[in-house]
Antibody, heavy 121, light 110 residues
Framework: QVQLQESGPGLVKPSQTLSLTCTVSGVSMSSGGYYWNWIRQFPGKGLEWIGYIYYSGATYYNPSLKSRVAMSLDTSENQFSLNLGSVTAADTAVYYC?????????????WGQGTLVTVSS | QSVLTQPPSASGTPGQRVTISCSGSGSNIGGNTVNWYQQLPGTAPKLLIYSVNQRPSGVPDRFSGSKSGTSASLAISGLQSEDEADYYCASWDDRLHHNVFGGGTKLTVL
C-alpha cells in the first residue's frame, strides 16, 4: 500500500525558510512512473498546487511561487523535499505531499496526511 | 481566488440525490479532464472521481461525474451521513501548466 508522510517544523518565523520532507513507502521513487507533488491548503480551505519533482530530478513550480520554491529528492531514502523561502503569514497552511502517474498529470491519487505550518514570530 | 468556481455549500437529506457544480474555462475544464476530491473532516483530500466519470477502486457507484463544455458536475445519489465532507473539483490548466482547484463545496447531510 502506497503511503506518503510529511515531516518538518510546525512553526517558522517570518522571512525564514520553510523546509518539509515527504517520506514515501510502498513504491520506489527511483523506478519512475510518477511525479511527486506539494500542495497546500489555506485556513480558509482553498487548495494551491506548489510544484512537482520527477524521479529524474526535473521540477516544475507554480509560477506564482517560483522565485521562492525549491524541491529535491533523495531516492536512496525514498524521500522528496520542499523549501519555501522568505515566508510570511500568508504561507500559513496545511502542506500535503501527493503523487500523480506520469500518464495522468492531473490525477493526484495518493496524498499524505498533511502537516500544519504556521508562520509567526 | 480559485481558478475553478464551485458553490460554497450544498445540502440534502439521507437518500436524496445532490449535485455539485464546477465552472472553469477553455484552458482547463474545456480542454481537459476533471477530477473530484473528497475531504472528510480532519483528513487529507482523497481522489473520488478521475477522468470526468471514473471511480477509483473502492468508491461506491453512488458517486458519478459528468462534464459539458467548460463545466462539470459531481452527483451523489442515495445520500448517506458519511458523505458529509468538503468536495473539490480540479483540472489541468494548459495555460498555467499545472493543476488548478475549485474553492470547495461543503456538503451537509441534514
Amino acid at each position: 500500500q502506497v503511503q506518503l508522510q510529511e515531516s518538518g517544523p510546525g512553526l517558522v518565523k517570518p522571512s525564514q525558510t520553510l523546509s518539509l520532507t515527504c517520506t514515501v513507502s510502498g513504491v520506489s521513487m527511483s523506478s519512475g512512473g510518477y511525479y511527486w507533488n506539494w500542495i497546500r491548503q489555506f485556513p480558509g480551505k482553498g487548495l494551491e498546487w506548489i510544484g512537482y519533482i520527477y524521479y529524474s530530478g526535473a521540477t516544475y513550480y507554480n509560477p506564482s511561487l517560483k522565485s521562492r520554491v525549491a524541491m529535491s529528492l533523495d531516492t536512496s531514502e525514498n524521500q522528496f523535499s520542499l523549501n519555501l523561502g522568505s515566508v510570511t503569514a500568508a504561507d500559513t497552511a496545511v502542506y500535503y505531499c501527493a503523487r500523480n502517474p506520469d500518464t495522468a498529470m492531473d490525477e493526484l491519487d495518493f496524498w499524505g496526511q498533511g502537516t500544519l505550518v504556521t508562520v509567526s514570530s | 481566488q480559485s481558478v475553478l468556481t464551485q458553490p460554497p455549500s450544498a445540502s440534502g437529506t439521507p437518500g436524496q440525490r445532490v449535485t455539485i457544480s464546477c465552472s472553469g474555462s477553455g484552458s482547463n475544464i474545456g480542454g481537459n479532464t476533471v477530477n473530484w476530491y473528497q475531504q472528510l473532516p480532519g483528513t487529507a483530500p482523497k481522489l473520488l472521481i478521475y477522468s470526468v466519470n471514473q471511480r477509483p477502486s473502492g468508491v461506491p457507484d453512488r458517486f458519478s461525474g459528468s462534464k459539458s463544455g467548460t463545466s462539470a458536475s459531481l452527483a451523489i445519489s442515495g445520500l448517506q451521513s458519511e458523505d458529509e465532507a468538503d468536495y473539490y473539483c480540479a483540472s489541468w490548466d494548459d495555460r498555467l501548466h499545472h493543476n488548478v482547484f475549485g474553492g470547495g463545496t461543503k456538503l451537509t447531510v441534514l
